[in-house]
T-cell receptor, first 118, second 115 residues
C-alpha cells in the first residue's frame, strides 16, 4: 500500500493557468508538508499542517494556497502559474509536528509531482 | 543564517568501495539531524535520525556520525553497491520562533557507484 501518494505525477501547463496537486497519506499521521525541489535539486519547505491547521508557512507567494480538508489530505493550489514555478513538488507526512524535535519521528515523502510551466 | 552545506557535490566510486559524505551546518538551535537517500525520480527516504546527544547511528551499511560541538556530520557507506547510486541529503531541524520545527536541507551529494 502506498503510504504517501500524490497526483498527478506530471503536470505541464501554460503560464497564467491555475492548477492543483493532491496529496494523501494513509499512515494516520497528524502532520503533512509541502516541499519544492528546484532544478538544482535543492529541497525547501513551503507549508506544514498539523491536524488541518497551518503551522509552517515559509515565504511563499500567496499564489500558492494549501488546503487540508482532513488530516489525511493536503492539497496545493497554485494560481497564475509562472515559469519560475517549474519544479518538483513533494508532499510528506510525519506522526506529528514534533518530528523535528526530540521524538525523531520519520518523515515519509510522496513520489513527487513534476510541474512544468511553459 | 541557518545553513547546511554538503561535500563533495558529487562522487564516483567503484562497487565494493567505501565512501564518506560530509555535512556541515550552522543551524541554531539544533534539534536533530537526518540523512536521506533520494533515488532519481523518487522522494527522499530516511536513513538515520540523530539528536544532540547521539554521536553515531547505523542503518545496515550506512553509518552516520554527529559532532554537535563542531556542527559536523558524516555518512559512511560501507561496501558500496550499484543501488547506492543516488543523492544523499543532510537535513537539520531547528526550533523556530513560532514554536514549530523547521527543516533546513543541504544541497545533497550525488553518488554514482560503478561496476
Amino acid at each position: 500500500d502506498t503510504a504517501v501518494s500524490q497526483t498527478p505525477k506530471y503536470l505541464v501547463t501554460q503560464m497564467g493557468n491555475d492548477k492543483s496537486i493532491k496529496c494523501e497519506q494513509n499512515l494516520g499521521h497528524d502532520t503533512m508538508y509541502w516541499y519544492k525541489q528546484d532544478s538544482k535539486k535543492f529541497l525547501k519547505i513551503m507549508f506544514s499542517y498539523n491536524n488541518k491547521e497551518l503551522i509552517i508557512n515559509e515565504t511563499v507567494p500567496n499564489r500558492f494556497s494549501p488546503k487540508s480538508p482532513d488530516k489525511a489530505h493536503l492539497n496545493l493550489h497554485i494560481n497564475s502559474l509562472e515559469l519560475g514555478d517549474s519544479a518538483v513538488y513533494f508532499c510528506a507526512s510525519s506522526q506529528d509536528w514534533l518530528a523535528g524535535g526530540p521524538r525523531r519521528y520519520e518523515q515519509y515523502f510522496g513520489p513527487g509531482t513534476r510541474l512544468t510551466v511553459t | 543564517k541557518n545553513q547546511v552545506e554538503q561535500s563533495p557535490q558529487s562522487l564516483i566510486i567503484l562497487e565494493g568501495k567505501n565512501c564518506t559524505l560530509q555535512c556541515n551546518y550552522t543551524v541554531s538551535p539544533f534539534s536533530n539531524l537526518r540523512w536521506y537517500k533520494q533515488d532519481t525520480g523518487r522522494g527522499p527516504v530516511s536513513l538515520t535520525i540523530m539528536t544532540f546527544s547521539e554521536n553515531t547511528k547505523s542503518n545496515g551499511r550506512y553509518t552516520a556520525t554527529l559532532d554537535a560541538d563542531t556542527k559536523q556530520s558524516s555518512l559512511h557507506i560501507t561496501a558500496s553497491q550499484l543501488s547506492d547510486s543516488a543523492s544523499y541529503i543532510c537535513v537539520v531541524s531547528a526550533l523556530g520562533p513560532s514554536g514549530t520545527y523547521k527543516y533546513i536541507f543541504g544541497t545533497g551529494t550525488r553518488l554514482k557507484v560503478l561496476a
